[in-house]
């Protein structure tokens, strides 16, 4: 079976920083594009950054400069470095594996930014 486990989340203040990680396990994860997504109460769910299997990356403009994806395909992992975080980053964060045909989600990490 396909598992993507998110862990990192938590309650930081507005500035801080935080780092996700998702182990993932049951599938070839060097052969897929890995992306992080969030949902903020009353809202859809948004593509934060994604890294593709030959690790380029993309980022909503909205976290531009301040997170930073990345992956270790040895570790089977990827990772959301967040920096200079901002209320407005409140949210669920859901880890995500995708290729042309497949399509597996974590059960998400909730990430709380005060003020």
């Known amino acids: 079976q396909v598992q993507l486990v998110e862990s990192g989340g938590g309650l930081v203040q507005a500035g801080g920083s935080l780092r996700l990680s998702c182990v993932v396990s049951?599938?070839?994860?060097?052969?897929?594009?890995m992306g992080w997504y969030r949902q903020a109460p009353g809202k859809q769910r948004e593509l934060v950054a994604t890294i593709t299997s030959g690790s380029s990356t993309n980022y909503a403009d909205s976290v531009k400069g301040r997170f930073t994806i990345s992956r270790d395909n040895d570790k089977k992992m990827v990772y959301l470095q967040m920096n200079s975080l901002k209320p407005d980053d409140t949210a669920v964060y859901y880890c995500r594996a995708g290729s042309l045909n497949y399509e597996y989600w974590g059960q998400g990490t909730q990430v709380t930014v005060s003020s």
């Open positions: 049951g599938i070839i994860f060097r052969l897929y594009a």
